[in-house]
Nanobody
Framework: QVQLVESGGGLVQAGGSLRLSCATS????????MAWFRQGPGKEREFVAAFSWSSDDTRYADSVKGRFTISRDNAQNTVSLQMDSLKPEDTAVYYC???????????????WGQGTQVTVSS
């Protein structure tokens, strides 16, 4: 059974940093593109960042480019999201996702975590 478990969320002031982690099990991690999505209050879920398994390529939403960094550890089967210079509009539930495809983008994920809350105060 595939499981993705996020951790690291919390409350932080604007300008601060948080690091999210996603621990995975039940899948051959090194052959999955991993991604982070988020859903803010009253908003639809949106793509944040992704890391391809096949080429080390990454992709970011324009809204987080230069502030967030996605990384993966194939030995530990984990993916992380370092979030710096946080803004109140980054407040959302952040979800980890896995997809058996090569392209790091917003589509094609069939395994999801339960999410972790990130709240950025002004």
């Amino acid at each position: 059974q595939v499981q993705l478990v996020e951790s690291g969320g919390g409350l932080v002031q604007a300008g601060g940093s948080l690091r999210l982690s996603c621990a995975t099990s039940g899948l051959t991690f090194r052959y999955y593109t991993m991604a982070w999505f988020r859903q803010g209050p009253g908003k639809e879920r949106e793509f944040v960042a992704a890391f391809s398994w096949s080429s080390d390529d990454t992709r970011y939403a324009d809204s987080v480019k230069g502030r967030f960094t996605i990384s993966r550890d194939n030995a530990q089967n984990t993916v992380s999201l370092q979030m710096d210079s946080l803004k109140p509009e980054d407040t959302a539930v952040y979800y980890c996702a896995a997809g058996a495809h090569k392209t790091p983008g917003p589509y094609g994920y069939n395994h999801w975590g339960q999410g972790t809350q990130v709240t950025v105060s002004s």
